[in-house]
């Protein structure tokens, strides 16, 4: 097993974008095993990494709130570092959780924000921790010196990570790590020991001469089944967003119909009681016509002119006007006005009884189509639940194919492997024969 201090940045978006995603492809995260976040409430990865952005800019508000100085506002805030583990320990997903609590641990960073993520595209088992330096209790940086004179939790952190390995190591059995274990030891002796990392163009040159070519042939072949597997991948997720958006699409162009349909059935409603209540309408304008053709005619003699005028002091009276009674019952027109007022009650009667008609109608189409609206939703709701649980069962096997590419190709790799430490001890034994060292 090897931890190693890959350094610190101030993106958190950067460095997320890396851990999250397959390498030059943001929209793909195949090689991503398990995800796990620190102190951040079980937050998910895209969220955590905001969370952690968000802490680290609030450092002079928690700073404030805890008493202490701004100071110098921190830079490089984004810390990172690796595990690795040999292809020969393969270890279970728990002792990889628990060597990232362990590593976050010695270096005194376990109260800190983290985000720990495995990759699963090389031979090795190997996890990246993203560790945000900032305390989210007081603000101060875990690269800076501390409030009570203890220097920086960041300092000597190579050294942390190397004791706490060999710790580790022997604690889970794992394969332990010769040149740790050298440096370790010399350590001990009080020797001096350089465990800088080397530059990546020195790694990268040692690596290639290193590598054989039956191992690039093995990894070529890998790799043209790894594009055509993206290529699957893409086409996925794209095909899952074109059904998210057929589906939303066809949900809103049903609720506009039903709100069209909805002011047509309430026009047609309208239109429908009106057209029944025409007859209504008219025997109470043939009525009207009728009473004010006896009406003319009682005006025309002595007793009818009694008859209505009595009608209009009747009138009066209920309003308490007597005196003013009297006097209008000698008039033809208040006379007239008794019939018309008579009239206009009546219609007013029969108007207010449709009216009240068209309000019930208009009352029970409006809750038949906020049930239909309802109902509608609800069939949108369930196809959503099963349009993601298509989705998610698509996803599954296409992760189940990754795995079981990744399985391949480190198998291949291992029988490689295998195959060039077979060869290498078949030349030293022959070396050995050769000066009298076997039999």
Known sequence: ??????????????????????????????????????????????????????TAMSADQLKEAAGIKKGKPAKNVAYHFSITFSPADNPSEDVQRAAVAGALKALGLDRHQAL???????????????????????????????????????SNDTLKLSKWAQAFEREHGLCVTEGRLA????????????????????YEREKQETTDRRRDFVKRQHDDKARDLTAESRAMHEQHRIEWDALK????????????????????????????????????????RDELRIFEAGERSPIGRIWHAAAVFRERALDGDMLGGFVAAFSKDERRAIVQKKHDREREKLGKQIRAEITQQIDQIRRDQAEAQRQARAR????????????????????????????????????????????????????????????
């Open 1 to 54: 097993m090897n931890p190693v201090k890959i350094g610190a940045g101030k993106s958190f978006k950067g460095l997320a974008a890396y851990l999250l995603h397959d390498v030059g492809r943001a929209e793909t995260d195949a090689r991503v095993g398990w995800v796990q976040s620190y102190n951040l409430d079980d937050a998910e990865p895209d969220r955590a990494w905001r969370l952690m952005a968000a």
């Open 116 to 154: 720990a993520v495995s990759h699963t595209d090389t031979d090795h088992q190997h996890v990246h921790v993203m560790v945000n330096l900032i305390d989210p209790e007081n603000g101060l940086s875990a690269a800076s010196k501390q409030p009570d004179g203890r220097p920086a939790l960041t």
């Open 183 to 202: 440096n370790a030891n010399k350590r001990a002796a009080g020797e001096k020991v350089d465990a800088r990392r080397k530059p990546r163009n020195v």
């Open 249 to 288: 699409a066809a949900y809103g162009s049903e609720k506009s119909a039903m709100q069209g349909q909805t002011g047509k059935i309430i026009r047609q409603t309208v239109a429908d009681t009106k057209a029944a209540y025409k007859p209504a309408w008219g025997k109470l304008f043939a009525r009207h």
């Open 380 to 439: 949108f709701l369930l196809s959503c639940e099963n349009l993601r649980g298509d989705q998610e069962q698509a996803r599954a096997a296409m992760r189940e194919r990754w795995q079981a590419y990744n399985a391949e190709r480190r198998a291949a790799l291992v029988t490689v492997q295998q195959r060039q430490a077979h060869v290498a001890r078949g030349r030293s034994m022959g070396r050995q024969r050769g000066r009298g060292l076997e039999p």
